[in-house]
C-alpha cells in the first residue's frame, strides 16, 4: 500500500501521511453510525423507536446534529483546575487510541505499519489512554473525576492481564506476534480460524478476551468509572464541547479496536468465511469491518442487558476467574504443542 501511494504521490512522506490519517477517515463517520446504531438498538430492546425525524429515514442524520452542536459548545475550565494538564488529557486518551490502528490490518493490501511485533504494540501504545484518563481526573480537580479516573486505571490495569494471557494463546499457535501473518495463517474456510484451533482452550480464550475487552473499554457491565449513579459522568465530569467530544470519539475508536483485535486474531481478519469466494483486498475491507461491527453489536446489546457489577465484583471476575483460566489455556496449548 506504501510503495502504491509513494509512486503516485513521488513523495514518501506524504504516503506515510495519507496511510496515517485512513483510520481518521474510517474512525469518524464509523464513531456517528455507531452511536446511531445503539441508539436504535436500545430502543429496539425497549419497544420504543429511537431517533426517527431528523434527516429521514429512521432519524439517520440525529447524531450528526447532535455531534455539531457538541462540538460548538463553550470550552468551560474550572478555575481551579490545572489548565495545560486538562487540555492535554484527552489528547492523549484519543492518542493512544487512535496509534492502535497503526498495527491493525483492515485487508492483505492495507496496515499501517507492517509490525514483527504488531500485537505488542498495540498492547503497550493503548496504556497510553490510562494515563490519559488519571490525568484528566486529577487536573480537573473534582473529587468525582479523580474517584472515576482511580477506577479506571485499576479496572484497565486489571484487565490487561488476562487480555494479553488470551492473546499469548494464539501467539503460541502461530509463533508470531504479527497480525498480518497470523491473518494469513487463517487463510482458506473459516475452519482454518484459530477460534477453533486446539479445542476448547482457543475458544475459552476467545470468550476470555471477549469479556477483559469489555472492561478495557469501559462497558457495561464494567463501567463503573463512568457510573452516573454515583460519579456523576466519571473522569469527563468536568469536561465539555470539543474535548469532552474527543474522550467521546476515543471510546469508540477503542471498541472498534478491541473489535477488530478479536477479528484478526481469532476469526481470520479480513478472510473471507468461504475460501477464495468473495475474497480479495476490496473483500478484504469488508469482512474485516462486518466481524468487527458485530462485536460491536454484541458490546451494545450487553449494554442494555447486564446490570452494572460492583467494585469487588469487578476485581474478583479479573484477578479470580478470568486470569486462572486463561493460565489454563496456556498450559494447555503448550502441552498440546509439546506432544504433537
Known amino acids: 500500500m506504501d510503495k502504491f501511494l509513494t509512486d503516485i504521490l513521488g513523495s514518501e512522506i506524504f504516503a506515510y501521511i495519507i496511510i496515517a490519517i485512513l483510520p481518521l477517515v474510517f474512525i469518524v463517520p ?14 429496539f430492546m425497549q419497544d420504543r423507536l429511537g431517533p426517527m425525524y431528523t434527516g429521514g429515514w429512521h432519524g439517520w442524520a440525529q447524531t450528526v446534529a447532535d455531534i455539531l452542536k457538541l462540538i460548538q459548545k463553550e470550552d468551560i475550565v474550572p478555575s481551579a483546575a490545572n489548565k495545560i494538564l486538562h487540555l492535554i488529557a484527552p489528547f492523549l486518551v484519543f492518542i493512544g487510541s487512535y496509534a492502535a490502528f497503526a498495527a491493525i490490518p483492515f485487508s492483505s493490501e492495507y496496515i499501517g505499519s507492517h509490525l514483527n511485533l504488531g500485537i505488542f504494540f498495540i498492547i503497550a501504545v493503548s496504556s497510553l489512554v490510562v494515563v490519559g484518563l488519571l490525568m484528566a481526573g486529577w487536573a480537573s480537580n473534582n473529587k468525582w473525576s479523580l474517584l472515576g479516573a482511580m477506577r479506571a486505571a485499576a479496572q484497565i490495569v486489571s484487565y490487561e492481564i488476562p487480555t494479553a494471557l488470551a492473546l499469548l494463546a494464539v501467539i503460541m499457535i502461530a509463533g508470531t506476534l504479527n497480525l498480518q501473518e497470523i491473518n494469513h495463517m487463517q487463510s482458506g474456510w473459516f475452519w482454518n480460524w484459530f477460534i477453533f484451533a486446539k479445542f476448547p482452550f482457543v475458544f475459552i480464550a476467545f470468550l476470555i478476551y471477549f469479556v477483559a475487552s469489555l472492561a478495557e473499554v469501559n462497558r457495561t457491565p464494567f463501567d463503573i468509572p463512568e457510573a452516573e449513579s454515583e460519579l456523576v459522568a466519571g473522569y469527563h465530569t468536568e469536561y ?61 446489546w450487553l449494554r442494555w442487558t447486564l446490570p452494572r457489577t460492583r467494585v469487588d465484583q469487578l476485581m474478583y471476575i479479573s484477578w479470580k476467574v478470568l486470569t486462572p483460566w486463561a493460565f489454563v489455556c496456556i498450559f494447555g496449548i503448550g502441552l498440546w504443542i509439546m506432544l504433537q
Do not use: C, H
Open 30 to 43: 464509523y464513531a456517528l453510525f455507531a452511536v446511531w446504531l445503539e441508539r436504535k438498538l436500545s430502543a
Open 240 to 300: 465539555t464541547g470539543m474535548k469532552f467530544a474527543m474522550f467521546f470519539l476515543a471510546e469508540y475508536a477503542n471498541m472498534f479496536a478491541v473489535s477488530a483485535i478479536a477479528a484478526a486474531v481469532f476469526l481470520g481478519g479480513w478472510n473471507s468465511p468461504f475460501g477464495d469466494f468473495m475474497s480479495g483486498p476490496i473483500w478484504g475491507v469488508f469482512w474485516f469491518v462486518t466481524k468487527g461491527m458485530f462485536f460491536i453489536v454484541v458490546q451494545m
